[in-house]
């Protein structure tokens, strides 16, 4: 119920402002007064270790998270650890207690299977996973329970980043062909789209995808409980919001530098390299931009995330180095999921034993017992952090 008043409040904040008129004003950004972000931004966190008990529940590699009706769905690498991105992903589920209770269907060649998961997210009005599988260009659907449900092909397939799931509709984060910008279409489930930022007519124009020219978009997760979402269109680096399939621009943010036509520019710009955006992710009251800092050499030297809140219409920049934060290298400050407003990140093995050896002295007691329980697994554990 608290959540369900928090998300009514913060769309009906947006509605005020950001569906009256388009807006490309800059958008206030705030420096904050702390270097660690996961610190800062949540109240506490706990653990969910995921169960070993079964081969089938093998979790490495944890790129995604997504949680309804009290499962937890995670796309992980089904290899042991250390074997980085072997296998193909696949996706199976847990309660929130982190024990094992089924997978998505499997991989294989079969209408009921899948072989290359390229987007994914939850529908859940309908209570389905819904798979975009690159190999064949096709959508597939599958209760929670993992019963396949349907098999579509994709109309005019590009690739695409993420699908999501707001306001009971389907929509698409996609790589526009031959072209610098992502771009946001809605999702039909017999496999047809509707361009909601770009003309049908110009993407024709654009012509097929060529594998050239895929530098612009960027990965995006949401809320799946959210009426409307908010999309960060490099092209033109603006702010949009979608509802109802109505697009209304919200801002401009001025630490990205917009995507040069020429790509050979786009190259070599270091200002765009610097401050380029690798994933966005919303919750019901904020929208988060994971980005990088580099030096003069092109080196990463940084992680900041610029942290959009919908109620203020302002944003705060975070940074937390490398090495030194040891927050950061507990969680490998990868925000992998959320639900509600708690951020979800994983916690692996190794970074456990790591954090034993060389910095256990700097880690309060709590979490100190946890890793040591965490680096005799196998399996990578979650951390929630609570608002």
Same mark, same amino acid.
């Given at each position: ?98 024990? *094992? ?7 294989? $060649? ?13 529908? %859940? $009005? ?10 064949? %260009?096709?959508?597939? =659907? ?55 930022? %770009? ?35 490099? *092209? ?80 705060? =920049? ?13 969680? =490998? ?12 990140? $994983? ?29 005799? =697994? ?5 951390? *929630?952090?609570?608002?």
């Amino acid at each position: 119920m608290k959540r369900s008043i928090v998300l009514l409040w913060a769309v009906s904040a947006l509605l005020v402002s950001c569906t009256t008129k388009n807006d490309t004003s800059a958008i206030p950004i705030q420096d904050a007064e702390s270097m660690m972000f996961l610190d800062e931004m949540s109240g506490g966190r706990t653990y969910v270790l995921l169960q070993e008990s079964s081969i089938d529940a093998v979790v490495n590699d944890i790129d995604k998270v997504m949680v309804d009706d009290g499962k937890l769905f995670i796309q992980h690498n089904p290899s042991s650890s250390g074997s980085y991105h072997e296998e193909p992903a696949e996706i199976s589920v847990f309660d929130m207690d982190g024990h *094992f209770l089924n997978k998505i269907s499997r991989k294989g $060649r079969a209408r009921n299977e899948y072989v290359n998961i390229v987007a994914w997210c939850l529908d %859940t $009005r309908k209570k389905e996973v819904v798979i975009v599988d690159g190999a064949f %260009t096709v959508m597939k =659907r599958y209760k929670y329970d993992g019963t396949f449900v349907s098999s579509v092909n994709l109309e005019g397939y590009v690739p695409m980043w993420d699908v999501m799931f707001a306001g009971g509709k389907l929509y698409a984060n996609m790589l526009m062909p031959n072209n610098a910008a992502d771009d946001i279409i809605e999702l039909k489930d017999d496999g047809t789209f509707i361009p909601l930022m %770009t003309p049908r007519e110009n993407m024709k124009e654009m012509g097929p995808f060529s594998g050239g020219g895929g530098i612009g978009a960027t990965p995006q997760m949401i809320d799946p409980e959210l009426e409307s979402f908010y999309h960060l269109r490099l *092209f033109d680096n603006v702010l949009y919001r979608i509802q109802d399939d109505k697009v209304q621009s919200c801002g401009t943010f001025d630490f990205i530098t917009p995507v040069e036509e020429d790509e050979k520019e786009f190259y070599m710009s270091l200002d765009l390299l610097n401050s380029r955006p690798s994933e966005t992710y919303e919750t019901g009251t904020r929208f988060i931009i994971k980005t990088y800092e580099v030096n003069s050499d092109r080196m990463v030297t940084g992680l900041v995330h610029y942290v959009y809140d919908k109620s203020t219409k302002k944003c705060t =920049r975070y940074r937390a180095e490398y090495k030194e934060n040891v927050g950061m290298i507990m969680s =490998r400050f990868n925000i992998v999921g959320f639900t509600g407003d708690v951020i979800i990140t $994983r916690a692996t093995p190794d970074g456990a034993k790591y954090i034993l050896k060389n910095a256990a002295d700097k880690v309060p007691q709590s979490d100190l017992e946890m890793l040591k329980v965490l680096a005799e =697994r196998e399996n990578e554990a979650l951390i *929630f952090h609570h608002p």
